[in-house]
């Protein structure tokens, strides 16, 4: 899984979340490291809605603009657990050997 | 944010097909506020990108590209005698004709998606070729035109005219001018930052070498040309299958 994508499933295991929101929710949650053009999150927004991983659950208009928010769903919760558990292994490894 | 910026905003996002939701990405690039050469980049690889269904799973994207294979197979060999006929050399004769007109239809029905039709006009078309010009490069081509469009699967309509352009260039070879040869294969490099399919495409269509390849093995007359031929004729294509199944996989990362 791309880190991009790892911070948007994170980004939206805490609550649905709109665009704008996702985009700011990723850059505090990564310490203002993944900076996301909306290109890249409606890309990856897009792929992760195909696979089944995300899933609009409400539209509203917002000054004139359309904005729907995107939830997690339970495929998407499993994929981002998966996903965890393989990166605190993989961190596990290195930190367990780090001498003290 | 000032008008002119989302002026801007608002034509690249028509880059995205009319099923997303381009008010709403407009509403995010208004509300982050964030320079353009952050955001115009992705905007306009995501809209290429959704506009030609290069985001698909990998099965589909090799679909694709077998597709594109046959329509540029199908356009080269239908355009081989053309630059004789340029110097008057090519007699023309009905069955010629004839081919010419399956093979067009067939490219026509490729472009379109419609899987059947194309082969049956391909084979058409390679059943006249054979019969009447005894052309290898070209049966060799609708040969393997032919057995790219019966991979069954989903329409795969292939609207880019990339692999047409490439398709004349091969049959025309040594009468483009350089700088259009090299044009067009900028053009391929280019767009495989979008599309890796297209290259595919080149690579599986540059198979059909093969088909003609014991005509060549025959005229050879060392080791190194056997070498070179082998490098030319399996080295390339596999190549370029590699390059583009490797960026294939890598796209298709969720």
Sequence with gaps: ?100 | MTTNRMTGYDLLVRLYPAGHPRDEMLGVLEESGRPWHTEAPSLIVGGLRARTGAGQPVTRRWLYAARAAALMLLTASATAPLPDLRYGTVLLSTLMIATWVCAGLAAAAVVFGARLPAFALATSALVLCATDQSSVPAVAGYTLAAVLLLLPGTPSPVRNPLPILLGLAWSADYLLPGWLQNALLAAVLLWTLIDERVLLAAGLALFAGLITVTDEVAALDSPLSALILAGWRLGAPALLVAIATTLSHHRAKI
């Design chain 1, 1 to 100: 899984m791309r880190e991009p994508t790892y911070f948007i499933l994170a980004a939206l295991r805490e609550e649905p979340r709109h665009g704008y929101a996702i985009i700011k929710r990723v850059a505090e949650l990564s310490g203002e490291r993944v900076a996301l053009a909306t290109g890249t999150l409606y890309q990856a927004l897009d792929r992760l809605g195909r696979e089944g991983l995300v899933e609009v659950v409400r539209d509203e208009v917002v000054n004139g603009r359309a904005r729907r928010h995107y939830a997690l769903t339970p495929d998407g919760e499993d994929a981002l657990l998966a996903e965890a558990a393989r990166m605190a292994e993989a961190a596990r490894v290195v930190l367990r050997a780090r001498p003290a």
